[in-house]
């Protein structure tokens, strides 16, 4: 299991679509906060009421935008899995499945450790993604509540739970 462990990894490292995957994480979040930076401008524009712009900095928030990396409606949860099956297909397409097969692996074995290396690939990009999305609205945007320890124990355990 171990040397089958070592293999897919070895030939996720290896793969171009892994760094294709790793710079649509590390760009999509940056895409995202700019714009919400516009749409945080142009709706400024049509606000006059000082309580009404409260309510839409409450809602452009740094702490809003980096938790919503975790919401259905993100797209980078649709494009990971997406690149993980591409990935996964290679070892059927170049032939290597046959190979572990030929060579007495087990098929249970060559499942899981496609499954470990796949479930440890999408947990590593979607936190690629929450850092970047943590990085880049905090520079565009107020965190929103002040930080304390009750606020840096509701980050992580967000981010444990996402």
Do not use: W
């Amino acid at each position: 299991m171990n040397s089958l462990l070592k293999a897919d990894f070895f030939s996720l490292l290896k793969s171009k679509i892994t760094y294709v995957v790793l710079f649509i994480c590390l760009g999509f979040p940056i895409l995202m906060v700019l714009i919400y930076v516009g749409l945080g401008k142009a709706i400024l524009n049509l606000f006059d009421d000082p309580e009404e712009m409260t309510q839409l900095r409450d809602m452009f928030s740094a702490k809003s935008i980096t938790f919503s990396a975790f919401s259905l409606t993100q797209n980078i949860g649709l494009i990971i899995p997406i690149f993980v099956g591409i990935i996964t297909m290679a070892d059927i397409r170049n032939g290597t499945i046959r190979n572990k097969v030929i060579i007495g692996k087990k098929r249970t074995e060559i499942y899981l450790s496609h499954l470990i290396v796949a479930t440890c690939f999408c947990v590593v990009m979607i936190l690629v993604s929450f850092l970047m999305f943590f990085g880049a609205s905090s520079i565009f945007f107020i965190y929103g509540p002040k930080v304390d320890a009750k606020q840096v124990e509701s980050f992580f355990r967000c981010l444990c739970i996402g």
